[in-house]
């Protein structure tokens, strides 16, 4: 009886193993296809954060396989919507571990796909080095394995590269290639990066605008509406700094279609709040000062709206959650339940145990699913709470003083158009650039979600770019060399920003440059200890500041400010040094914060 008993048991352990491991999901891609099909929806719409989710609910499931490649399919389209929320630190790690599972189990596509999406990355970050290794390694895998498929995105990365670290015509080259393979393969998306690119390479001239259409039409194939009428803001914003503003009407009228009976996120009210700027533009040439006025108040408008669907997305993202785990538990007990029926025959004679198994087994996991829920609920009110708190700070103080700022920025950009002394335009067009170095601090602190620190080199390579939009541009030239994690709280960068624009506004209009040179500017802050030092220069003759002048009181009263040393003397041109240290703040700003 005893042995028996033993035999029994032993039986129903392999069984019962047998069974659990007939009912996982395994690699079946009937099983994926689901998930990964709406994963690629919301990637699609730019709803990043429900991929996240999705794929973390995923994740938490008994039986999934981490080695099949439909599963690493879906932690791959996880670190895409990771890189597009800019958690680049998150993203390289997550796609270092699927590069590492597909050399284990030689999944060379998922290997290749995620080299691509590293050297996207990098891209974005310009580290030339990590960049040019990932490409290379992505290159010989599509070269062994025939992995034709993939070159247009190859391409496009390649193009990318050599736009930013190599010549013109090796970036057009490589674009023209990507056109060649996504043609062939159909690759909507990568023929549109193409053409953008292609543009790109055509900035500041007419030759742009048709291959920005071009790349709107394949936005159109994939039924990326906003991402079509961002086409259409990028041409209206080319013949705008070509000054033919006023033949952008057509262009403003399809962007508006486009627009229409999109999903209200924020990404759509950010491109609505773009277009009104530059419809207010086009008024504001035309001398409909009304008008123009209209429309800067209608893009603030959009603005504070796509500030509040981010708010309320943090509540959607924790029922989107709970939703997820109804849905997950429903799937999971469908798929056992079909594989129960298919093996029934296997188990006959042993379903009374079975089922008292199952039973116990659903009791236990429907008891974790109710913790889970539990746990979200307590989670979800106290993220109610963070979120009352920061909604009220990021409202109230950043987002409405940047907009407010860039209505004075237009009010006074209108005032000094309006008027034809040369000297009065340049005094308004100081003014607002002054104004606009405080506003990118702002702008850093909404568009970050980090309301104690900014990062420096963003900041300041923002600032060049406004230069760049807001001044004639004849040739300069910027080298800035500042630790990409370098961050400083709100109190330092602002008088920071304004001695960077006091200097950089001083080099255009004094460097007294020869013929032949091009103003050449180099910026670089030192992390020496327990201080920092900038260092500024330009290779102008070495012009040393007035010292009655405005600019010099805004130097020293802003270096005040910083308890600042500051050093200004020649040297193959105009040098000024400043020694100080990150101002601290007090625990209640720290608090809000």
């Not at 597009?84 to 050399?103: D, G, N």
């Not at 009976?261 to 035309?286: A, H, M, Q, W």
Request: net charge positive.
């Amino acid at each position: 009886m005893a042995n028996l008993k033993i035999k029994i048991s032993v039986l129903l352990c392999v069984l019962l193993a047998g069974f659990e491991s007939y009912c996982s999901s395994g690699c079946d891609s009937l099983y994926y296809k689901p998930f990964i099909e709406a994963a690629n929806t919301f990637q699609n719409y730019h709803q990043h954060k429900k991929v996240i989710v999705l794929v973390d609910s995923l994740a938490s499931l008994q039986g999934v396989d981490e080695k099949c490649k439909y599963y690493l399919a879906l932690l791959h389209l996880k670190a895409l919507a990771l890189e597009h929320s800019q958690k680049f630190e998150e993203s390289s790690e997550l796609l270092s571990k699927i590069i590492k599972t597909a050399q284990k189990n030689n999944l060379p596509e998922t290997e290749a796909k995620s080299y691509l999406t590293l050297v996207r990355m990098h891209d974005f970050l310009k580290r030339k080095s990590d960049l040019k290794r990932n490409l290379l390694l992505a290159k010989s895998l599509i070269d062994k394995f025939k992995l034709n498929h993939l070159l247009p995105e190859y391409y496009v990365r390649s193009s990318s590269y050599n736009r930013f670290f190599g010549t013109k015509d090796s970036s057009i080259y490589y674009a023209h290639q990507a056109i060649i393979w996504g043609e062939k393969y159909d690759d909507y998306l990568n023929l549109a990066d193409a053409n953008l690119l292609l543009g790109a390479n055509n900035r500041g001239s007419e030759k742009a605008i048709p291959y920005v259409l071009k790349s709107g039409d394949y936005f159109k194939k994939i039924g990326s509406n906003s991402s079509v009428a961002l086409q259409y803001i990028n041409v209206i914003n080319t013949l705008k700094d070509l000054g033919k503003i006023k033949e952008t009407g057509k262009y403003i009228d399809s962007a508006k279609v486009y627009l229409q009976n999109l999903e209200k996120t924020p990404r759509v009210y950010d491109i609505n709040e773009y277009l009104c700027e530059l419809i207010s533009s086009k008024f504001e040439v035309e001398g409909q000062a009304d008008s123009a006025i209209y429309y800067i108040k209608l893009a603030r408008l959009y603005s504070d709206s796509s500030l509040f669907v981010t708010n309320q997305q943090y509540i959607s993202d924790k029922e989107l959650e709970i939703a997820t785990l109804k849905e997950r538990a429903y799937i999971e007990n469908l798929t056992k339940s079909r594989r129960i029926w298919i093996g029934g025959f296997i188990i006959l004679l042993l379903c009374i145990l079975i089922l008292s198994y199952l039973f116990y087994h659903k009791s236990k996991y429907q008891k974790m699913i109710s913790d889970q829920n539990k746990e979200i609920l307590i989670q979800k009110n106290e993220l109610d709470h963070l979120l009352t708190k920061q909604t009220i700070l990021l409202s109230e103080v950043h987002h409405r003083v940047k907009n407010n700022l860039q209505v004075v920025i237009s009010l006074l950009s209108m005032k000094g158009q309006s008027s034809k002394n040369s000297e009065t335009i340049q005094f308004f067009e100081d003014i607002c650039m002054k104004i606009k170095s405080i506003s990118l601090i702002h702008e850093q602190l909404y568009s970050s979600n980090q309301f104690d620190q900014i990062n420096v080199k963003i900041y300041i390579e923002q600032l060049l770019n406004q230069f760049a939009n807001m001044t004639i541009d004849s040739g300069r030239n910027y080298v800035v060399k500042i630790p990409d994690q370098l961050n400083f709280n709100l109190e330092t960068l602002f008088p920071l920003g304004l001695i960077l624009t006091e200097l950089i506004m001083n080099s255009i209009k004094h460097a007294e440059l020869e013929p032949e040179k091009s103003l050449m500017i180099h910026i670089e802050i030192k992390e020496l200890g327990n201080f920092y030092l900038l260092c500024y220069s330009d290779n102008g003759k070495g012009k040393l500041t007035n010292n009655k002048s405005m600019g010099s009181t805004i130097l020293s009263s802003m270096s005040r400010q910083l308890n600042a040393k500051t050093r200004e003397f020649n040297a193959s041109g105009y040098n000024y040094n400043l020694e100080f240290v990150e101002k601290t703040t007090s625990d209640i700003v720290s608090a809000t914060y």
